[in-house]
């Protein structure tokens, strides 16, 4: 279209004739807005024109400039739930959207609508960046709807609204609940054991409670749950391993809420092992392999238990207790014995109902070994008495028995004669000689001034003789 003129032309009729205007000093020509084409196409300033005004010419369409893009608005904020509650207000906390543009955030806007009516109204007249908030001037007794907006440059988000309404009444105890120290972990039942399980909370007035699986309510054909003012009772009579998940427990007064997690799961003992084989057989030793069982009784296998047999008894025995590989190596088994061998599963139930057995047997034969005795050379042992410790000189007190010592070797085994003074010592009680190991010795019985002397110890053989001697003194 057309440009709107800056000046509208004066119609003939209340044109006023250049007569009867009043001579005006000349003055230079007033500039107008509308440009005046020339012959040759350019624009030039009209000259005033006398009796009627110049007619109006358009002006040539400008070229549009391109629009910029319009930037999205932030996305809705999140989690958005009720911390407190008083008698005359209550407390809001959110967490931030996920995305808030380029421009980043100006802050929220709460907005309040009571029960019964659609007027919203905004609580706070300029954008705040905190994620919680305080609502305070209500009257108790009455039924709120909330919801919150992020606010940006390029525009508002869709509100986090509330799904139920806040009843301003004083909460005289927040909800909270008492998860047993051995519920926080994961709870493991077998297969048709029974699930009986009490969780107590606190909150007054009576919180409200309910319990949801995967964010869906519960089966009430299998599970049974019974609400008292202090506690809930979760209750499954023969549990399936399709009872096993995360059970979530809500506890909420009046939009202030506690949240809690079960974590269940039901077991049972595994299957066998798969593809057991006998690897290989050499000397005392069988290797085996298997693969993991199909199915492992909904928990992780802790390991294997290898056992063995042998033909002759037919019993079996284990060889490893908890081997954590899918492989092993059997030793120490005895020659001439036939082998079968066998392999279980075992999780945190126990072991398998059944196991797998190697389809071959391990038979141990024996080695075929010579022996070859070792070449001694033949050793001449015969040698003359020699000593290897002489008689040694002693002095004793008179009424104290004395030993007197030697060694000696020789084969064939030497005689050992004792003599006093050069005579030989006979059948004498006071005298006990003894050889024992090459040693001989020879005790004195409580000896006196005439049992000092030269003793002597003579060895004897088929080779030869030798002797030793000492001296005893007697004080």
């Given at each position: 279209?057309?440009?709107?003129?800056a000046?509208?032309?004066?119609?003939?009729?209340?044109?006023?004739p250049?007569?009867?205007?009043p001579?005006?000093?000349?003055?230079?020509?007033?500039?107008?807005?509308?440009p005046?084409?020339?012959?040759?196409?350019?624009?030039?300033?009209?000259a005033?024109?006398?009796?009627?005004?110049?007619?109006?010419?358009?002006?040539?369409?400008?070229?549009?400039?391109?629009?910029?893009?319009?930037?999205?608005?932030?996305?809705?904020?999140?989690?958005?739930?009720?911390?407190?509650?008083?008698?005359?207000?209550?407390?809001l906390?959110?967490?931030?959207?996920?995305?808030?543009?380029?421009?980043?955030?100006?802050?929220?806007?709460?907005?309040?609508?009571k029960?019964?009516?659609?007027?919203?109204?905004?609580?706070n007249?300029?954008?705040?960046?905190?994620?919680?908030?305080?609502?305070?001037?209500l009257?108790?007794?009455?039924?709120?709807?909330?919801?919150?907006?992020?606010?940006?440059?390029s525009?508002?988000?869709?509100?986090?609204?509330?799904?139920?309404?806040?009843?301003?009444?004083?909460?005289?105890?927040?909800?909270?609940?008492?998860?047993?120290?051995h519920?926080?972990?994961?709870?493991?039942?077998?297969?048709g054991?029974?699930?009986?399980?009490?969780?107590p909370?606190?909150?007054?007035?009576?919180?409200?409670?309910?319990?949801?699986?995967?964010?869906?309510?519960l089966?009430?054909?299998?599970?049974n749950?019974?609400?008292?003012?202090?506690?809930?009772?979760?209750?499954?009579?023969?549990?399936?391993?399709g009872?096993?998940?995360?059970y979530?427990?809500?506890?909420?007064?009046?939009?202030?809420?506690?949240?809690?997690?079960?974590?269940?799961?039901?077991?049972?003992?595994?299957?066998?092992?798969?593809?057991l084989?006998?690897?290989?057989?050499?000397?005392?030793?069988?290797?085996?392999?298997?693969?993991?069982?199909?199915?492992?009784g909904?928990?992780?296998?802790?390991?294997?238990?290898v056992?063995?047999?042998?033909?002759?008894?037919?019993?079996?025995?284990?060889?490893?207790?908890?081997?954590?590989?899918?492989?092993?190596?059997?030793?120490?088994?005895?020659?001439?014995?036939?082998?079968?061998f066998r392999?279980?599963?075992?999780?945190?139930?126990?072991?398998?109902?059944?196991?797998?057995?190697?389809?071959?047997?391990?038979?141990?034969?024996?080695?075929?070994?010579?022996?070859?005795?070792?070449?001694?050379?033949?050793?001449?042992?015969?040698?003359?008495?020699?000593?290897?410790?002489?008689?040694?000189?002693?002095?004793?007190?008179?009424?104290?028995?004395?030993h007197?010592?030697?060694?000696?070797?020789?084969?064939p085994?030497?005689?050992?004669?004792?003599?006093?003074?050069?005579?030989?010592?006979?059948e004498?009680?006071?005298?006990?000689?003894?050889?024992?190991?090459?040693?001989?010795?020879l005790?004195?019985?409580k000896?006196?001034?005439?049992d000092?002397g030269?003793?002597?110890?003579?060895?004897?053989?088929?080779?030869?003789?030798?002797?030793?001697?000492?001296?005893?003194?007697?004080?």
């Open positions: 279209p057309a440009p709107v003129l000046q509208e032309a004066v119609p003939k009729e209340e044109a006023v250049a007569a009867e205007e001579p005006a000093p000349e003055q230079p020509p007033a500039p107008t807005d509308e005046v084409p020339t012959e040759a196409g350019a624009e030039a300033t009209p005033p024109a006398e009796g009627s005004p110049a007619p109006p010419d358009k002006a040539p369409t400008p070229e549009p400039k391109p629009e910029k893009p319009k930037e999205e608005p932030p996305s809705c904020p999140l989690s958005l739930a009720v911390e407190e509650v008083s008698e005359n207000s209550f407390t906390t959110w967490k931030a959207p996920e995305q808030t543009g380029r421009a980043g955030l100006d802050g929220y806007v709460v907005e309040i609508c029960d019964g009516s659609s007027d919203w109204k905004a609580v007249q300029e954008p705040f960046l905190s994620t919680r908030y305080t609502v305070p001037n009257s108790s007794g009455d039924k709120i709807h909330v919801r919150v907006v992020a606010v940006s440059a525009g508002a988000s869709v509100p986090a609204t509330l799904e139920q309404p806040v009843l301003i009444r004083e909460i005289l105890q927040l909800p909270k609940i008492r998860m047993p120290r519920l926080r972990e994961t709870y493991i039942r077998r297969v054991d029974a699930v009986n399980i009490m969780i909370f606190q909150g007054k007035p009576q919180p409200e409670v309910s319990w949801t699986k995967g964010g869906q309510p089966d009430t054909n299998r599970i749950i019974r609400n008292t003012a202090r506690d809930t009772i979760f209750y499954i009579r023969q549990a399936q391993r009872d096993s998940g995360k979530e427990l809500t506890v909420q007064i009046n939009g202030a809420e506690d949240k809690a997690t079960l974590d269940i799961q039901v077991v049972e003992p595994p299957g066998p092992p798969q593809n084989k006998l690897v290989d057989v050499w000397g005392f030793n069988v290797a085996l392999e298997w693969t993991p069982p199909a199915d492992n909904n928990s992780e296998i802790k390991g294997y238990r056992q063995k047999s042998d033909k002759k008894s037919g019993k079996w025995f284990t060889v490893l207790e908890c081997c954590t590989r899918t492989s092993c190596t059997i030793s120490d088994l005895i020659i001439g014995n036939t082998y079968s392999v279980f599963s075992e999780n945190i139930c126990g072991l398998s109902d059944s196991a797998a057995v190697a389809s071959g047997v391990a038979h141990i034969e024996k080695t075929k070994t010579t022996y070859q005795p070792e070449k001694v050379p033949q050793r001449d042992m015969m040698e003359p008495p020699k000593f290897t410790q002489p008689l040694t000189d002693r002095t004793t007190t008179r009424g104290y028995s004395t007197l010592f030697c060694s000696v070797r020789g084969f085994q030497p005689k050992i004669i004792w003599l006093k003074n050069q005579m030989e010592i006979r004498d009680p006071k005298y006990i000689a003894l050889i024992d190991q090459g040693v001989c010795s005790e004195i019985r000896p006196g001034p005439f000092g030269v003793y002597t110890c003579k060895a004897v053989n088929p080779l030869g003789e030798a002797s030793v001697d000492c001296k005893l003194d007697v004080k």
